[in-house]
């Protein structure tokens, strides 16, 4: 079973639509909690970094954590078809062997079509 | 700033071979991981130097070697090329390789092995 579980989709929304992606994970261990974009043939950006359980906000992005369920969401408000690409959730835990290494979802693929 | 550089983009290799890629991080940054893409695993981690010494190092096979230079540049090497080793190749770059750091990827290498 792999740390980390995220459903690749891929999921085709409406222009406008409200987004929902979700990873959930089985090492407690876990501590800092990020999402990426990537676009195709480009590297991953880093759209959201959190902490703490709860909602943080940026935008048309919220990201939240629930570590007591081992499970965080991002979702995207007012979709744009600009938004169409890969999104990855990340983690990091802590510890002297997770030095530079983040764990990663296996990506859900969006579209959003106008 | 300049962001992470790779080079090359492309790569096409026969099965056998050995390949070498470059990274340069942003500048000040002194931590380097690099990573593997593929449709089927996701992104996994391969191993993160700092200081031209590797810290942390993922679960793949010794043919895939790499080094950081006092320049904070890396480079990986992977010997004995097989079909499997078809992926993006990405690094990433941050401060100090911290759990709580964000780490910044470059666009990647493609390689492609016949």
């Known amino acids: 079973q792999k740390e980390v579980e995220q459903d690749p989709g891929p999921l085709s929304v409406p222009e406008g639509a409200i987004v929902s992606l979700n990873c959930t994970y089985s090492?407690?261990?876990?501590?800092?909690f990020m999402w990426y974009r990537q676009y195709s043939r480009k590297g991953p950006e880093l759209l959201m970094y959190?902490?703490?359980?709860g909602n943080k906000e940026d935008g048309r992005f919220t990201a939240q954590v629930d570590k007591s369920s081992k499970y965080i969401s991002l979702f995207i408000r007012d979709s744009q078809p600009s938004d169409s690409a890969t999104y990855l959730c990340?983690?990091?835990?802590?510890?002297?062997?997770?030095?530079?290494?983040?764990?990663f979802g296996q990506g859900t693929i969006l579209t959003v079509h106008p | 700033k300049a962001g992470v550089t790779q080079t090359p983009r492309y790569l096409i290799k026969t099965r056998g071979q050995q390949v070498t890629l470059s990274c340069s991080p942003i500048?000040?940054?002194?931590?380097v991981s690099w990573y593997q893409q593929t449709p089927g695993q996701g992104l996994q981690f391969l191993f993160e130097?700092?200081?031209?010494?590797?810290?942390n190092k993922g679960n793949f096979p010794g043919r895939f070697s790499g080094r950081q230079f006092s320049n904070s540049r890396s480079e990986m090497n992977v010997s004995t090329l097989e079909l499997g080793d078809s992926a993006l190749y990405l690094c990433?770059?941050?401060?100090?390789?911290?759990?709580?750091?964000?780490?910044?990827f470059g666009p990647g290498t493609r390689l492609l092995v016949l």
């Open positions: 990433a770059s941050s401060l100090v390789g911290g759990l709580q750091e964000t780490q910044y």
């Open positions: 130097y700092f200081s031209e010494t590797q810290r």
């Open positions: 500048s000040g940054h002194r931590s």
């Open positions: 990340a983690m990091s835990a802590a510890g002297g062997t997770s030095y530079g290494k983040l764990t």
């Open positions: 090492n407690s261990a876990f501590q800092y």
């Open positions: 959190t902490y703490s359980s």
